[in-house]
């Protein structure tokens, strides 16, 4: 009989956060995958856990996929971790995941902490409806893509930064997502010094220009306003250049009735003030 893979989800910061249920999981199971085994070994001394431990991470997970699942077949128990928090998110795990899926291998979660939930209830954003978007891409292409896609998405964004990108990401954020959207930046979750600055993404920016970003992030960023539709359907800009949709919105010959339209397009559009301003005087 095949044995279980027990999804495990261990501390983002605070050790007392670890659940009874994952503890007694932890030293019973045959094998725990880790996706790095000084750092779990770190979590097991502390509450005094002996285990076999094997690596299991994005370099390896292909090999050490098989050799797990393997194991799982010859009816070993095995808890798979991640660094900090909930396995199979922005993680390896969602490969062994379905990779158990594929071969009939019970799979259970150990639920925990997790870093995306725990920034979105402190943002002060909406939550009702939330899309975890994970790290953006190194590929300036493929990050301009994943922004482009997701700039008019009226879903409250969550996202994972690393502090040495998390200034490039914020200008890329102002690009698509114009300076007045709100975000909240979380860092040091649950630890003695967290911290959650809630800002607009064009005062981030600004914040970060004179500030050096420390320690791994969480970025919460309010959705687009919702698009009105003049029939219920497809929204009613849609159809128009961006010159034709500013002059939907001006009312008179004005400066301020400009301005107001301009202002008013990037915010249907997610889009820069300035960009809107440069296509409707071109």
């Keep these: 009989m095949a044995g279980t893979l027990y999804l495990c989800a261990t501390p983002i910061g605070n050790l007392g956060d670890i659940s009874e249920r994952c503890l007694e999981i932890l030293r019973t199971v045959d094998l725990i995958a880790a996706e790095d ?7 097991l001394n502390h509450f005094n856990i002996s285990r076999p431990l094997t690596s299991y991470h994005e370099h390896n997970k292909r090999e050490k996929g098989e050799y797990i699942i393997k194991l799982l077949l010859e009816g070993k128990n095995i808890a798979q971790v991640s660094d900090a928090g909930t396995p199979a998110i922005s993680d390896p795990g969602e490969d062994l995941v379905r990779l158990c899926a594929e071969n009939n291998i019970a799979v259970t979660s150990v639920p925990g902490p997790v870093a995306a939930v725990t920034a979105l209830i402190l943002s ?6 939330y899309a975890f978007e994970g790290f953006l891409s190194v590929n300036k292409r493929h990050r301009n893509e994943h922004l482009e896609s997701i700039k ?4 409250t964004l969550i996202f994972y930064e690393a502090p040495h990108k998390l200034k490039n990401t914020l200008a890329d954020m102002l690009k698509y997502f114009g300076s007045e959207r709100r975000i909240a930046i979380a860092r040091e979750l649950t630890k003695l010094h967290e911290e959650i ?4 993404v064009g ?11 420390r320690g791994e992030y969480v970025l919460v960023v309010e959705g687009a306003p919702e698009a009105e539709s003049t029939d219920g359907g497809d929204i009613w800009w849609s159809g128009l250049t961006i010159k034709e949709h500013v002059k939907a919105y001006i009312k008179d010959d004005s400066k301020e009735s400009v301005k107001a339209a301009i202002k008013k397009t990037a915010e249907d559009r997610g889009l820069p003030r300035r960009e809107v301003y440069g296509e ?3």
């Design 203 to 213: 005062e981030a920016v600004e914040y970060y220009g004179e500030t050096n970003p």
């Design 124 to 129: 002060g954003l909406p939550t009702s409806r």
């Design 37 to 43: 085994t000084r750092r779990t070994l770190q979590l």
């Design 197 to 200: 600055l809630r800002f607009t």
């Design 280 to 282: 409707y005087h071109k």
């Design 152 to 155: 008019n998405d009226t879903h």
